[in-house]
């Protein structure tokens, strides 16, 4: 995070369960999130009750956007009604940032509703950055790109991922959403040296952080979202800090969604690792 940005803190994702308890008690879980972050997709309507409850949680939470339907990656053209409908909900709710993940998601208009990967390669790179160029063009502000988790590699590829994901934040002037369970799920996946990817991270580039947790298949990690942060990512997330400095982070929860003290009380676990590495480093 560059000196010039305020640190936004700790936040979590935005989840329908959530939404009375977050209205309703104040004084309660929420008040102890700093910010939300809103799945994109999921708002992507001119009104209806998720706007509803969106523009009441705005008036009190910062709130970012999350995107997973950007398509990066493919070769079909940017959608540009998605990035116009996007840009109208960025207008209505003003967020601290957008971010999308470094993917495809399809090809020939049809969308696989998954995050599939890309080889890494100088031509894949070229390709990435103009179009993050392009989105960011249209959205009037700087985009962060989320790097992957992904089970199988390309055997074109030649460009480590974080070195990968460095080049396009530089030559595309954008930021990073830095999710620490996908660099540790990718890690065991692919068994390269999760600390070196950090490394390898420029630390100005860095915006955000995602923490999740996952689950381990013995043979391979699948990135589920559907459990509690693992120790090991704690590490990995303490590591991260050493090395980045304060980044706002939060907690990501898709599945099995617990009551919302639940996951306040990880996130008190987010800020408690953040404090003692951060003191660590100091």
Request: charged share 25%.
């Amino acid at each position: 995070m560059t000196s010039s940005e305020e640190f936004l803190g700790f936040g979590l994702g935005l989840r329908p369960p959530h939404y009375e308890e977050i209205l309703d008690d104040p004084d309660g879980p929420s008040s102890r999130v700093d910010w939300f972050e809103i799945i994109s997709e999921n708002y992507l309507v001119p009104g209806g009750k998720p706007i509803h409850y969106l523009d009441r949680i705005r008036e009190r939470f910062p709130l970012v956007m999350h995107g997973v339907s950007l398509s990066i990656g493919s070769v079909d053209p940017l959608d540009q009604d998605y990035l116009t409908d996007l840009k109208a909900l960025a207008d209505r709710i003003e967020p601290e940032w957008i971010s999308d993940h470094l993917c495809w998601t399809g090809f020939q208009g049809v969308n696989t509703h998954d995050l599939l990967p890309l080889p890494y390669t100088e031509e894949t790179l070229d390709h990435v950055v103009a179009r993050v160029g392009q989105v960011q063009d249209v959205l009037g502000r700087q985009i962060l790109i989320e790097n992957p988790s992904t089970y199988v590699g390309f055997t074109d590829s030649v460009i480590p991922e974080a070195e990968f994901m460095a080049e396009i934040a530089n030559r595309a002037d954008c930021l990073i959403l830095l999710d620490v369970n996908n660099i540790y799920v990718s890690a065991f996946n692919h068994e390269f040296d999760a600390h070196a990817y950090l490394v390898a991270i420029p630390p100005k580039r860095v915006r955000q952080i995602h923490l999740a947790g996952h689950s381990n298949e013995g043979s391979h990690i699948v990135d589920t979202h559907d459990r509690a942060v693992i120790d090991p990512v704690w590490s990995l997330y303490a590591d991260a800090l050493r090395l980045l400095g304060p980044v706002p982070t939060m907690i990501e929860r898709d599945a099995d969604i617990p009551p919302l003290s639940d996951l306040v009380t990880e996130l008190d676990q987010a800020r408690a690792v953040a404090g003692a590495a951060l003191a660590e480093a100091a």
